[in-house]
């Protein structure tokens, strides 16, 4: 597979505060990256320094061989949207389209982004969500191979997010390659690739959810019970134990497994729900261990 970032060694400091120490990773092609962490964690930073927007203060980023013009090949959407007065949608598109050599069709940047409708429309008098979606147009204008989308569905109602989810795997299908950071992991869970998490300076994971899982634990068992807390509380394959009242709750690498060890006491168990495990609740157990993970 052709590679098309590479980042080795890199470090970033604010002032004396590290945020970035010693990251190392690889892209290929026609790959949906989620980068996440927490607020504050440094996605932000490290998109900047691999859009050349910010210097790092050690390591190397190469992004398309840094060939000539591969900035052309980059689209980026930033967290902020941009909104300039007195312009409308249309004669944004076609100045943006105009500063590259082999734009995407306007009709297909409408498409794309689903702003029909909205082309007449001034910049300044669009809705947050109508703006995230005028930002995606601009960062697809130039036709890019390479797409950094951070926050991209800060903001969209729920039609809108799902269309957009989309129109990002279609464009992945087309071999194009997405970086994206969001908050919304459930989103981000069915279309991902590959999950990064950026903790403790580092990145900390990197694999695909079901690698995740493995690590995590891969299904989450709910019941309500009258059980002693403390026949579950020692197997080794439950994680993160929880019991409110009478509601217990753990993560598990092996559901077959206690399901089996539950079936004696099934008369005494209610309301048993055994679902896999989400990216939202797999992020939370592996901050909780932050502190362990390299
Ligand atoms: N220009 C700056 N000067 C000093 N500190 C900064 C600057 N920009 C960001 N920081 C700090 O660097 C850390 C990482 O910020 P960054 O915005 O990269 O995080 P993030 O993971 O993108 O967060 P969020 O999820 O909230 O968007 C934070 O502690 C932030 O306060």
Do not use: C
């Amino acid at each position: 597979m052709t590679s098309i970032v590479t980042v080795e060694h890199l470090n970033k400091n604010y002032g004396k505060k590290e945020i970035l120490h010693n990251i190392n990773f690889t892209v290929n092609k026609s790959q949906i990256i989620a980068l996440i962490g927490e607020n504050g964690a440094g996605k932000t930073t490290l998109i900047n320094i691999l859009l050349d927007l910010i210097s790092s203060n050690s390591g190397t980023v190469n992004i398309l061989d840094n060939e000539k013009n591969f900035k052309e090949r980059i689209g980026v959407m930033m967290q902020q949207n941009i909104s300039i007065t007195r312009i409308t949608v249309k004669e944004i598109l076609k100045l943006t389209q105009s500063y590259y050599q082999s734009p995407l069709a306007y009709e297909k940047i409408i498409e794309l982004s689903d702003l029909y409708d909205l082309e007449d429309s001034k910049m300044d008098k669009l809705s947050g969500g109508q703006k995230r979606r005028l930002s995606f147009a601009l960062a697809i204008a130039g036709n890019p191979d390479l797409l950094f989308l951070d926050e991209p569905t800060a903001g969209m109602d729920s039609q809108s997010r799902t269309k957009f989810w989309q129109t990002i795997t279609d464009l992945k299908e087309q071999h194009k390659t997405v970086f994206v950071t969001s908050h919304y992991l459930e989103e981000l869970e069915t279309i991902a690739d590959r999950i990064m998490i950026l903790q403790n300076k580092s990145i900390s994971f990197d694999g695909s959810i079901a690698q995740l899982r493995v690590l995590e634990g891969e299904s989450m068992i709910e019941f309500d019970s009258k059980l002693l807390p403390n026949l579950f509380k020692d197997m080794p394959e439950i994680i993160d134990f929880k019991k409110v009242g009478d509601h217990y709750k753990f993560t598990t690498k092996n559901a077959e497994l206690i399901i089996g060890q539950l079936t004696p006491y099934l008369n005494a168990i209610n309301n048993l729900k055994v679902q896999q495990n989400s990216l939202d609740s797999l992020f939370v157990n592996f901050n909780k261990e932050g502190a362990t993970h390299e």
